[in-house]
Nanobody, 115 residues
Framework: QVQLVESGGGLVQPGGSLRLSCAAS????????MGWYRQAPGKQRELVAR???????NYADSVKGRFTISRDNAKNTVYLQMNSLGAEDTAVYYC?????????WGQGTQVTVSS
């Protein structure tokens, strides 16, 4: 059974950076496209970034140029480097396959951008 565990969130000042990690227990084939998602209070969950098996990446317009998704298949881990954070990035961040599989949603990691 696969579990996805997100970590690395926290409180950061505007303009700051964070690096999120998503560790997969069990086996997630490197053939799968992985994504980072986020859900802000009162809003629907949205796709932030995705990376396919070949390393091709796509980003939501709101994070393009600020966020970088990467993966280490040997470690079964996906990362999200977030720079130039603003209040609008405050959300719970999740990783999942893309398209997502409902039973793989984890607890997420809270990112709060505030001074």
């Amino acid at each position: 059974q696969v579990q996805l565990v997100e970590s690395g969130g926290g409180l950061v000042q505007p303009g700051g950076s964070l690096r999120l990690s998503c560790a997969a227990s069990g086996s997630i084939s490197s053939r799968y496209t992985m994504g980072w998602y986020r859900q802000a209070p009162g809003k629907q969950r949205e796709l932030v970034a995705r990376i396919n098996s070949g390393g091709t990446t796509n980003y939501a317009d709101s994070v393009k140029g600020r966020f970088t998704i990467s993966r280490d298949n040997a470690k079964n881990t996906v990362y999200l480097q977030m720079n130039s954070l603003g209040a609008e990035d405050t959300a719970v961040y999740y990783c999942n396959l893309h398209p997502p599989i409902s039973r793989y949603w984890g607890q997420g990691t809270q990112v709060t951008v505030s001074s």
